[in-house]
């Protein structure tokens, strides 16, 4: 699994790809001199950049509940106890469906990366 930095870097990569065949294709008058391979094109990043965006989502979602987690657990003072075992359990259960759908997310992307390398998309 891609870690939080290197999905940041990813995200910006491709941003910067997007901004520059924006760029390329830019007249003076600011409208866009655009073929339709070049539209598929833009198209085709817009939907990876969202697709990667949610990805990341994702991740900073995960580790914050990990991080909360991390925290509930180490507050096991008097009472308090059993109602913090119960928070950092229930954290747990969503800690793990959030990392059973990134890593689905990884092969979905793996997937598309794949087919976008063979000319399938």
Same mark, same amino acid.
């Given at each position: 699994?891609?870690?939080m930095?290197?999905r940041?870097?990813?995200?910006?990569?491709k941003?910067?790809?997007?901004e520059?065949?924006f760029?390329?294709?830019?007249?003076?008058?600011?409208?866009?001199?655009m073929?339709?391979?070049? !539209?598929? +094109?833009a198209?085709a =990043?817009t939907? @990876? &950049? #969202?697709? $990667? %965006?949610g990805?990341? *989502? /994702?991740?900073?979602? !995960?580790? +914050?509940i990990?991080? =909360?987690?991390? @925290? &509930? #657990?180490? $507050? %096991?003072?008097?009472? *308090? /106890?059993?109602?913090l075992?119960?928070?950092?359990?229930?954290?747990d259960?969503e &800690?793990?469906? $959030?990392?059973?759908?990134? *890593?689905?997310e990884?092969r979905?992307l793996a997937?598309?990366?794949r087919?976008?390398r &063979?000319?399938?998309?």
């Amino acid at each position: 699994m891609a870690t939080m930095q290197e999905r940041v870097q990813e995200l910006d990569a491709k941003r910067d790809e997007l901004e520059a065949l924006f760029k390329k294709h830019e007249r003076p008058d600011g409208t866009f001199d655009m073929t339709p391979e070049d !539209l598929a +094109e833009a198209r085709a =990043r817009t939907d @990876e &950049l #969202k697709r $990667l %965006t949610g990805a990341w *989502e /994702q991740a900073r979602e !995960l580790d +914050e509940i990990a991080r =909360r987690t991390d @925290e &509930l #657990k180490t $507050l %096991t003072a008097g009472g *308090e /106890q059993e109602e913090l075992g119960k928070i950092a359990r229930k954290n747990d259960e969503e &800690l793990e469906r $959030l990392r059973r759908a990134r *890593e689905l997310e990884d092969r979905e992307l793996a997937v598309a990366a794949r087919e976008k390398r &063979l000319g399938r998309r």
